[in-house]
Every structure is written in structure tokens, then in C-alpha cells.
């Protein structure tokens, strides 16, 4: 059986929540840092690989992974509250969090759940500003 959580402090939990950082300082006119693509989109990444994930919007989601490469998921619609509450959850039967997966905004109320999206392919970015990303 699979369950939702958020992360919280450092507690190791096996579902990722996500929590906004700040990004860099090159940015859109919409505030998300602009990105140059690297290669083709990739259908899934592994969850153990992730650092850490930055939503930026409604719509976008940068994901930070342990090797300081960085993949940009833009999700087919806006995801009502995911740029406001700035964190999500979701649930994994395998290692890997692919494009057809669902994410669910995590919202600071007792109710705790918003939203439920789809997510997109994974985008390999060089951000703007960032270092050059290994191969």
C-alpha cells in the first residue's frame, strides 16, 4: 500500500514532498529561471536520486538531482495552489517518478490535500547562471 506524505524537518520519508528554495537569480518576466534544454525528455527519473525540488509555478517544477543535474517537468495545465503552497506529495509502487504519474498539492490547512495533477516528461535544463552540468 502506497501513502502520501510531506517531508518534514529531515525525517526521512520514503514519498517525496517537495519544498520551494529559492532559484537563481537570472529569471522570466514570470519569475522562473530561464533554462536551455540538454538533450531529449526523459519519461521517468529515479526518486532516489533526487536533491531536492523547486516548484516555481503552478506549472512548473524544477527537480534538483544528486549529481547537481537539473530537470524541468512543465505540466500539461496549471496546477490550482502548487506555485502558492510551494510543496506536493506522491505515491510510488517503483524507484522511479515518471511522467504519468499524479502529484498532489500539499496544502498548510487541516484539510492538508489540494489539488491532484498530472505531471510530463523530464526535461533536462541548463538554468541560467548555473555551472555546466555534467554529461
Not at 4 to 25: D, Q, T
Not at 94 to 123: E, H, K, M, W, Y
Amino acid at each position: 500500500m502506497n501513502r502520501m506524505a510531506p517531508v518534514a524537518g529531515g525525517a526521512a520519508i520514503a514519498v517525496l514532498a517537495a519544498v520551494a528554495l529559492a532559484g537563481p537569480s537570472a529569471a522570466r518576466d514570470d519569475g522562473i529561471p530561464a533554462a536551455t534544454p540538454v538533450g531529449a525528455p526523459q519519461a521517468c527519473i529515479s526518486r532516489s536520486r533526487i536533491s531536492q525540488s523547486l516548484v516555481r509555478s503552478d506549472s512548473v517544477i524544477d527537480f534538483v538531482m544528486l549529481d547537481r543535474k537539473v530537470y524541468r517537468v512543465t505540466l500539461p495545465q496549471a496546477c490550482p495552489e502548487l506555485g502558492y503552497e510551494e510543496r506536493f506529495g506522491y505515491a510510488l509502487s517503483i524507484d522511479r517518478l515518471c511522467s504519468t504519474d499524479i502529484l498532489t498539492v500539499l496544502r498548510n490547512t487541516p484539510l492538508g490535500r489540494g489539488a491532484s495533477c498530472g505531471l510530463a516528461p523530464f526535461q533536462q535544463v541548463k538554468l541560467a547562471g548555473q555551472p555546466k552540468q555534467r554529461s
